[in-house]
């Protein structure tokens, strides 16, 4: 037995929510048929022509790339209650993805590219859910991607989530531009042990101590957070040290990711972090180091590592060690992280200043997972890789049902603007597949409408977690009869 192969036209249709075929798929009925049949392309209107004309179909392209397990276009009717779930899948194995309207959601605004059209929040009740918790419920490799254009950053907003932090996965863009994915990893710990005024520097820079090379104070000249950072000048070419005044409790056996994050000026700079392990009577114990890491000038940069901590360790010492090229060099550090891996994980993957209001940006995130073991999580901006995270634990199940423009649970964090293009797929896409969804949108022959024209050669992939035998099939074209092949 085998799902019944998508037809061009039933790709079409799939994209559109509608489609004028003679014989029409229900995308919800599962339809014997023997290998090695196949169906000639039975185009009944004009504007469900195939022809060989290249051209860049954003929709297609998407599809056929990678397959989502949901893709939300966004582009719906203007009376829409419901929004159509245009992803490939259609089966018992992985149903339909459709959203319900809340709120303050509008329908047909100017969407990324050429042909499309978006959906706009109002930022205070607009919002999509789905009926049901199953199809989404992705433990383990996740993309999410979507084409964002806020109209304000006063106050965080959600771009997709199913529990955030009590679920699977939920994605925010913070005030300050920045884009954090968050989800439950299990035990484990999470929060922050550095203490806030250590950590963000905003009340003073107390918590931090001068060595080598080094003079330090508090600034408001930079910040990544807030208002303040922790101005570090080198005196000197060479190694520079600030160091933490308090030791932070540790658990020996546990891993923990350190974090800070550092803005230079001047091209050609590095730094790297460095922690002291010390036992339960202030002894020092041993050392752990990040590798080193090259500044963009004038560019806050994340610099981070994990280290496990050692046989008898109780406690532990964060330094930052900026490297100066000659004496005079200034650095600045803020948001200063110690966290134990595992637990309720939100990971900054695209830096502060990345999201900017009134402007379409592409924005996506990966996230592998090994079952027990964590794995890394990666954003991308506008196509471009920017941070990478690891995170530890297994990511826990929920009954949560997806959201699109609001967090889950009594809605908070409502989007402020337009949102076009959002899919989430259940496997991490390569650096390539993502920075071809931002070529793919910007092409000179770029259309996103529901039909559109090209050579769309192969639609052939295996449904994810099904046997091989459920398989779309292959388009191709000879002897000026089009044909479809499934198997």
């Known amino acids: 037995m085998s799902i019944r192969a998508l037809t061009l036209q039933d790709v079409f249709a799939q994209l559109s929510g509608a489609s004028s075929n003679t014989n029409p798929f229900d995308p919800n009925t599962v339809i014997n048929s023997f290998a090695g049949d196949f169906e000639n392309l039975n185009l009944a209107a004009a504007s469900e022509t195939w022809t060989t004309t290249t051209g860049t179909n954003y929709p297609l392209n998407l599809i056929q790339d990678a397959g989502p397990s949901a893709y939300w276009r966004l582009g719906d009717p203007a009376s829409s209650t419901t929004v159509f779930d245009s992803s490939p899948f259609a089966s018992t ?4 993805v459709p959203l319900t309207v809340t709120g303050g959601v509008t329908f047909q605004a100017a969407g990324a590219m050429t042909g499309s059209t978006a959906a706009t929040f109002n930022g205070t009740s607009g919002y999509l859910t789905a009926s049901s918790a ?7 490799n996740l993309t999410i991607e979507a084409w964002v254009k806020t109209s304000s950053l006063a106050a965080a907003q959600t771009i997709v989530d199913k529990g955030g932090t009590a679920g699977e996965f939920g994605l925010t863009i913070n005030t300050d531009g920045s884009v954090a994915l968050a989800f439950d990893a299990g035990s484990g710990g999470g929060s922050n042990l550095i203490d806030a005024n250590t950590s963000d520097i905003e009340t003073s820079a107390a918590g931090w101590a001068a060595g080598s090379n080094t003079t330090i104070s508090q600034s408001t000249t930079q910040a990544h957070t807030g208002t303040h950072s922790l101005k570090m000048v080198g005196t000197a070419a060479g190694n520079m040290f600030a160091f933490s005044n308090a030791k932070y409790p540790v658990t020996a056996g546990t891993s923990y990711t350190c ?3 550092f803005y230079c000026a001047s091209p ?4 790297f972090l460095d922690i002291d392990w010390y036992d339960n009577t202030n002894t020092y114990i041993s050392s752990a180091t990040s590798t080193t890491y090259t500044l963009t000038p004038g560019t806050w940069t994340q610099v981070a590592f994990n280290a496990t901590a050692v046989t008898g360790a109780a406690s532990i010492v964060f330094s930052l060690t900026p ?3 000659t ?3 200034i650095f600045y550090a803020d948001t200063i992280t110690l966290n134990a891996l595992g637990g309720s994980s939100t990971l900054t993957l695209i830096p502060a200043g990345g999201i900017t209001t009134g402007a379409w940006h592409h924005v996506a995130v990966t996230r592998t997972a090994a079952a027990g073991s964590g794995g890394t999580a990666t954003g991308y901006l506008d196509g471009v890789q920017k941070t990478t995270s690891s995170w530890s634990g297994s990511v826990v199940a929920s009954s949560n049902a997806t959201r699109v423009g609001a967090t889950v649970g009594t809605p908070s964090k409502f989007f402020n603007g337009t949102l076009d ?3 989430v797929y259940a496997r991490a896409l390569s650096a390539t597949q993502i920075a071809n969804r931002w070529t793919w949108a910007h092409a000179s022959d770029c259309t996103s409408t529901p039909y559109g024209t090209g050579t769309y050669g192969f639609v052939s992939y295996p449904l994810p977690g099904a046997p091989t035998d459920y398989n779309y099939g292959s388009a191709a074209t ?3 009869t089009s044909a479809f092949y499934w198997g």
Request: glycine share 16%; aromatic share 6%.
């Open 478 to 480: 000879w002897g000026g």
């Open 268 to 271: 050609g700079r590095s730094v």
């Open 259 to 261: 974090s800070a994050w």
């Open 134 to 140: 199953a199809p989404l419920s992705l433990v383990s």
């Open 93 to 96: 194995l992985i149903p339909k």
């Open 327 to 329: 004496g005079g060099d």
């Open 421 to 423: 293009e959002v899919a």
């Open 323 to 325: 490297i100066a090229n």
